[in-house]
């Protein structure tokens, strides 16, 4: 089976075959933005994300216990090429993951708890 992949970075996350979102998350429309604005910004081109998320997909489908979404490969395959590139470093980006992770730990703890009586 072969790829099929669009030649340049797609504008606003629909595919040309259906007018249907094809987000399931709202971190999956971000990384899809990330993704095209860089190629958008020649921060790499089209082709090299082309050919990093394909390997990503080549490793998926050969390890068995591969439970990543689609998605979360196209982050992957951002995070290695911006890597490879040389416009981030893997320090850098797993520092920025923790920081968000806390986060996020934060928020689930302290901000879920709304009255509805805020003045």
Same mark, same amino acid.
């Given at each position: @089976?072969?790829? %099929?992949?669009? %030649?340049? $970075?797609?504008?606003?996350?629909?595919?040309?075959?259906? $007018?249907? &979102? =094809?987000?399931?998350? $709202?971190? +999956?429309?971000?990384?899809?933005?990330? =993704?095209? %604005?860089?190629?958008?910004?020649? &921060?790499?081109? #089209?082709? *090299?994300? =082309?050919?990093?998320?394909?390997? +990503?997909?080549? @490793?998926? *489908?050969?390890?068995?216990?591969?439970?990543? !979404?689609?998605?979360? &490969? #196209? =982050?992957?395959?951002?995070?290695?090429?911006? /890597?490879?590139?040389? /416009?981030?470093?893997?320090?850098? /980006?797993? %520092?920025? /993951?923790?920081?968000? @992770?806390?986060?996020? *730990? !934060?928020?689930?703890?302290?901000?879920?708890?709304?009255?509805?009586? +805020?003045?």
């Amino acid at each position: @089976m072969s790829l %099929q992949f669009p %030649q340049e $970075p797609l504008s606003d996350g629909l595919s040309d075959a259906s $007018p249907e &979102r =094809v987000f399931q998350a $709202p971190w +999956e429309a971000t990384a899809f933005a990330i =993704v095209n %604005q860089l190629a958008s910004d020649r &921060r790499y081109t #089209w082709a *090299e994300w =082309v050919d990093q998320l394909t390997q +990503e997909i080549a @490793m998926a *489908e050969s390890n068995a216990d591969d439970t990543h !979404t689609d998605y979360a &490969r #196209w =982050v992957d395959a951002c995070e290695k090429l911006l /890597i490879d590139k040389g /416009i981030l470093d893997a320090q850098a /980006i797993h %520092q920025k /993951i923790a920081e968000l @992770m806390h986060e996020r *730990e !934060t928020d689930h703890h302290h901000g879920a708890s709304t009255t509805g009586n +805020e003045s």
